[in-house]
Each structure stands twice: as C-alpha cells, then as structure tokens.
C-alpha cells in the first residue's frame, strides 16, 4: 500500500480532530494543505508564518504523535509557508520555513536528521534547509572573495567575512560589522560573503539590502499597513547583509523595526552583516540598544590600503581587463592615490578610456593629468560656509535670512538642513556648527540633525530636498 500526502494527512487530521475542540480544528488545522511525502518527510503547506509559529507553540505535541503512528518514529516535519509579499521580485513563491531548532548543517548543506525520540528536545520535527526559496539575493557575483585583494589593511576583515562565509551564524562573530571610510571595500567584501554562502549552502536565503532601501520598504510598509508583513518577511532570512548602517542615525521608526528583525534572526542563530562607514563608537543618534547589539559580535575595520596593496589591486584590475600597463605608470598611479581603492579604481578606467579614444599610449604625462584631477576632486571639503550658501540659494534665501532667528517654518527648515549637511559633511563639532550657523548652541544642532532625520523618514517633499541638496553639495 502506498502512502500519499494526502492519504497520509488525513490520518492525523482524524486523529487530530479527536483531540482538540472543533473551533481550534476549524481554525488551525483545515486550512492547511498536505504537499508531498518522502520517505518520512510529510510537507505540509500554511498561510503564513504566524501560523507555522502558532502550530509550534501550540500543536506540535500533537502533530508529533499523530505523525509517529503514521510514519514511525523517524517522522518528520516540513512547513511550507505561502507567503505572498511585497518585498521579493518574484511571488507569490514558497519558503521552507527554518526552525529555531534546527540543528547544524552538515558539509553538504543539508541538515542534520534529529532523532525524534529524543526527550530534551521540544520539537521533535526537523524543518530542513531551506530549499526552494526564491527570494532574489541582490548579490553582485563580481564582488567575491577572489577579486577582493588581501593586504594587511584589510587582513582581519577579510578572514573574519570568510569565517562567516563558512559557517553563517555559527561562529561568534555574529553580527559582523565591517567599518571603513568610503571606497575602501565594506559593500565589496558583503557581498563577498554572502556570494559564497549561495555557493556553499544554495539552500540559505541570503538577502543584501542598502539601509536605504530598507528604510524607504518600511516607509511603504507603514503607509500600505503591511508593517507585519515587512517584519515577517526579514524574520525569514538566513543570512541579511545590511549596508551602510550609519544611514539609519535618527530614523527612530526603521531603528525600532530593525531591532526587532535582529532580535529575532539572532536569536534563531540567523547571521546578520553590516557595514558602516563608522566604528559604533562613533556612530551617531543610533539608539544604544541597537549600538549595544552591533557589539555583540566583531566589529572589524578596513583601512586605507597600503603601496603593495594599492599596487596588487590596480595589477588584478589590469589583469582582468586584459589591459597591458607599464610598471612605472601602475606605479605611480599607486603612489599618488592613496586613500580609497574607488579611486585607484577610477583612474585606471580613465586611463583606459583616454588611451583608447585618443589612440594614445599609456604615457606618464597623461596618468600625471588625470591623477592630478582626482587628487584635486577629492581634496575638496565642502565649507560649512559653502553648505549655507547653497541651502539658502536652494529656497531662495539670502544666508543672513536663513541665520536670523526667525521661526517660520520654511526657514527654520532650511537653517535645519544646513546643519544636517555641515554635521554630515564636514569634520565641525556640533558646537562649532551651531556657532556658525546662527550662533545656536550644540543642542540646536543636535536637535536640528534628528529632526532632518525623522522628516526624510516620514515626509516625501523633504526628502526630496535632502536629495537635491545632497547632489548639489557632492557635485
Ligand atoms: P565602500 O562600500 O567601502 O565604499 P566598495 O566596496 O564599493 O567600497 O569598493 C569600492 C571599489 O573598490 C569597488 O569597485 C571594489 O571592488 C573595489 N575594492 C575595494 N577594496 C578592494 C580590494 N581589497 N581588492 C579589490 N578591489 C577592491
Ligand atoms: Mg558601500
């Protein structure tokens, strides 16, 4: 006698339904659909992962036993949750929903069968791997391990990411946070990792995401009212690689959201990245809950490459492009351009693309010029003084207006964001800044930087501004 899934389903509801109150059957166990048997696996599919969690919590006593009279006692378990959401390119699609008891993977990949008789443990069922999850990584495959230089400024970062590349969750460093000034490789090397879990364990569901695009999905979230399901949806990965963290500062709503999704990934032994373009030390209007949890794991910094780095990176790229450069100018590029690998990344495509529109070789005089552009292009801080003109001509003001002590609204807006970009692009204390913007005091300017935060977080014509302005202020 064969056993299909649904043959063998029926069985337990029967059983089921002798044991529980008919409302509690009604509601729990008949919109659930039986999928496929193998061996002892019975897949069964539900509605949502409230309802996979509420059967753990509730049931799993008694799916246990009425799956062991059916399959015997190797019984196992497997949830598909339907879920339809908003947050992934392709759905509605079917994920396996992994259990906070699920035991480790084996080399394979695959996890490990739990004996069902064993007592200490509360659920008895293995949930596997997930396997057929759908949920499009967003992982640049260029940006790996092998194309990412090891040098000594980079040395503890990189073996720590590959680390957890090869255990996601199981090491200590979890979270891991890469931090590093701009160009120097955080979202190379976060990509890297999670690249290299698709490779080693297909079955994981790795998911990149920039914190802005994960604050502007809450945003959305909150305004469609589907805030559970955002929540619910990153409660679900396996590996989340978060960039650029600094961007969260004073966005209260996405801090209080993404605390509760590490919470919970953490605690499930999920494995969360980050990157930043600050230690959390110095990490600003980042609630000290969220801050305390970043140190949980490793926080490791990248540097500003070293000569013999510069240099192997810049051969790697040549070499990759298939592009023949003589040593001196490879030199020289390398020595000049010192402090972000973007940049030395930069210049070579510059190169390339004036040697072969001008039909020119590779010539010192010409590297000379363009090195010469970029060191000049990037030594340029904006001035705070610079930040108040182009606000103020922004909305029409004159700067003395803007620093009056006016409290009409627009105004007091303009003189907010001033000091949002002077706090944001310049190395001026809060002090100072207050002190040039209007003679304010550091809590001004405190107040000031959060207040823009919270406004770009719920208001879409002011962050329109902070948009514009930002380009006006970068270019
Ligand atoms: P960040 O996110 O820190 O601003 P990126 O990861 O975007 O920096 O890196 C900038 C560029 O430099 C990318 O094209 C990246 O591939 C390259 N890069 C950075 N570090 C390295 C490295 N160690 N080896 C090779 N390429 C690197
Ligand atoms: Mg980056």
Request: glycine share 4%.
């Given at each position: 006698?064969?056993k299909?899934?649904?043959?063998?389903?029926?069985?337990?509801?029967?059983?089921?339904?002798?044991?529980?109150?008919?409302?509690a059957?009604?509601?729990?166990?008949?919109?659930?659909?039986?999928?496929?048997?193998?061996?002892?696996?019975?897949?069964?599919?539900?509605?949502s992962?409230?309802?996979?969690?509420?059967?753990?919590?509730h049931?799993?006593?008694?799916?246990r036993v009425?799956l062991?009279?059916?399959l015997?006692?190797?019984?196992?378990?497997?949830?598909?949750?339907r879920?339809?959401?908003?947050?992934?390119?392709?759905?509605?699609?079917?994920?396996?929903?992994?259990?906070s008891?699920?035991?480790?993977m084996?080399?394979?990949g695959?996890?490990?069968p739990?004996?069902?008789n064993?007592?200490?443990?509360?659920n008895?069922?293995?949930?596997?791997?997930?396997?057929?999850v759908?949920?499009?990584s967003?992982?640049?495959?260029?940006?790996?391990f092998?194309?990412?230089?090891e040098?000594?400024s980079?040395?503890?970062?990189?073996?720590?990411?590959r680390?957890?590349?090869?255990?996601?969750?199981?090491t200590?460093f979890?979270?891991?946070?890469i931090y590093?000034?701009?160009?120097?490789?955080?979202?190379h090397?976060?990509?890297?990792?999670?690249?290299?879990?698709?490779?080693?364990?297909?079955?994981?569901?790795?998911?990149?995401?920039?914190?802005?695009?994960?604050?502007q999905?809450?945003i959305?979230?909150?305004k469609?009212?589907?805030?559970?399901?955002?929540?619910h949806?990153?409660?679900?990965?396996d590996?989340?690689?978060?960039?650029?963290?600094?961007?969260?500062?004073?966005?209260?709503?996405?801090?209080?959201?993404f605390?509760?999704?590490?919470?919970?990934?953490?605690q499930?032994?999920?494995?969360?990245?980050?990157?930043?373009?600050?230690?959390?030390?110095?990490?600003q209007?980042?609630e000290q809950?969220?801050?305390?949890?970043?140190?949980w794991?490793?926080?490791?910094?990248?540097?500003p490459?070293?000569?013999?780095?510069?240099?192997s990176?810049?051969?790697?790229k040549?070499?990759?492009d298939?592009v023949?450069?003589?040593?001196?100018?490879?030199?020289?590029i390398?020595?000049?351009?010192?402090?972000?690998v973007?940049?030395?990344?930069?210049?070579?495509?510059s190169?390339?693309?004036?040697a072969s529109f001008n039909?020119?070789?590779?010539?010192?005089?010409?590297?000379?010029?363009?090195?010469?552009k970029f060191v000049?292009?990037?030594?340029?801080?904006?001035?705070i003084?610079?930040?108040?003109?182009?606000?103020?001509?922004?909305f029409d003001?004159?700067?003395?207006?803007?620093?009056?002590?006016?409290?009409?609204?627009?105004?007091?807006?303009a003189?907010?964001?001033?000091?949002f970009?002077?706090?944001?692009?310049?190395?001026?204390?809060l002090?100072?800044?207050?002190?040039?913007?209007?003679?304010?005091d550091?809590?001004?300017?405190?107040?000031?930087?959060?207040?823009?935060?919270?406004?770009?977080?719920?208001?879409?014509?002011?962050?329109?501004?902070?948009?514009?302005?930002?380009?006006?202020?970068?270019y």
């Amino acid at each position: 006698m064969t056993k299909t899934a649904t043959s063998v389903w029926n069985e337990c509801l029967s059983f089921i339904k002798d044991n529980i109150k008919p409302q509690a059957y009604k509601t729990w166990f008949e919109p659930i659909k039986p999928i496929k048997i193998s061996g002892d696996s019975l897949t069964i599919q539900v509605p949502s992962k409230f309802f996979y969690e509420w059967l753990e919590e509730h049931y799993i006593k008694l799916l246990r036993v009425a799956l062991v009279r059916e399959l015997g006692s190797d019984a196992k378990l497997i949830y598909d949750v339907r879920m339809e959401n908003a947050y992934s390119s392709s759905k509605p699609h079917t994920v396996k929903i992994p259990s906070s008891n699920r035991r480790p993977m084996n080399s394979q990949g695959v996890t490990v069968p739990m004996d069902i008789n064993r007592r200490e443990l509360k659920n008895p069922f293995v949930i596997p791997g997930l396997q057929k999850v759908k949920i499009e990584s967003q992982l640049n495959p260029n940006y790996n391990f092998d194309s990412f230089i090891e040098g000594d400024s980079n040395r503890l970062a990189r073996s720590a990411s590959r680390a957890v590349a090869n255990k996601p969750g199981g090491t200590s460093f979890n979270p891991l946070l890469i931090y590093g000034g701009v160009g120097l490789g955080k979202t190379h090397l976060s990509h890297a990792i999670g690249v290299e879990i698709k490779d080693k364990y297909p079955d994981k569901t790795v998911l990149y995401i920039s914190s802005e695009r994960f604050t502007q999905q809450f945003i959305d979230s909150v305004k469609s009212n589907s805030r559970n399901d955002f929540i619910h949806f990153y409660q679900m990965i396996d590996v989340l690689i978060i960039d650029d963290v600094q961007f969260l500062s004073g966005k209260t709503g996405t801090q209080d959201v993404f605390f509760h999704i590490f919470n919970h990934l953490h605690q499930n032994g999920k494995q969360v990245i980050l990157t930043s373009d600050k230690a959390p030390v110095d990490m600003q209007d980042i609630e000290q809950r969220l801050l305390s949890r970043f140190k949980w794991g490793l926080s490791a910094e990248l540097q500003p490459p070293d000569y013999e780095t510069r240099v192997s990176i810049l051969q790697n790229k040549l070499f990759r492009d298939g592009v023949e450069m003589p040593d001196e100018i490879v030199d020289y590029i390398a020595k000049y351009i010192k402090s972000n690998v973007r940049e030395l990344e930069g210049v070579l495509v510059s190169m390339i693309a004036q040697a072969s529109f001008n039909r020119k070789e590779f010539t010192l005089s010409l590297t000379k010029q363009i090195v010469d552009k970029f060191v000049k292009n990037t030594k340029r801080e904006v001035s705070i003084d610079q930040i108040q003109k182009v606000v103020s001509s922004y909305f029409d003001l004159d700067v003395a207006t803007l620093q009056s002590k006016t409290r009409k609204r627009h105004i007091v807006q303009a003189r907010q964001l001033a000091m949002f970009f002077a706090k944001r692009m310049t190395k001026a204390s809060l002090a100072s800044i207050g002190s040039q913007i209007g003679k304010r005091d550091h809590a001004t300017v405190l107040h000031a930087c959060k207040t823009v935060g919270n406004l770009t977080e719920t208001d879409k014509q002011f962050r329109k501004y902070v948009e514009d302005l930002t380009k006006k202020l970068t270019y």
